[in-house]
């Protein structure tokens, strides 16, 4: 199950504890696994130091952000 913030979307890792998201202070609901968006297999997902999982590197090195 993954744990994302209610209000600013951001995705938590799964070593994360607490009921409040890091970054805004929302509220942290669950959501179900998705098959179709299974993570790539390969190194695990990039977490900083707050327990936020960060966008996945471009293969440029760049991280992917929404235009």
Do not use: K, Y
Not at 32 to 44: E, M, S, T
């Amino acid at each position: 199950m993954d744990r994302i913030c209610t209000h600013c979307h951001a995705l938590l890792g799964e070593e994360s504890v607490g009921d409040w998201c890091p970054a805004c202070g929302g509220a942290l609901m669950e959501r179900a696994d998705v098959p179709a968006l299974d993570r790539p297999a390969g190194p695990g997902p990039e977490v900083d130091h707050r327990g936020i999982v960060l966008p996945r590197r471009h293969a440029l090195g760049g991280i992917i952000t929404p235009q």
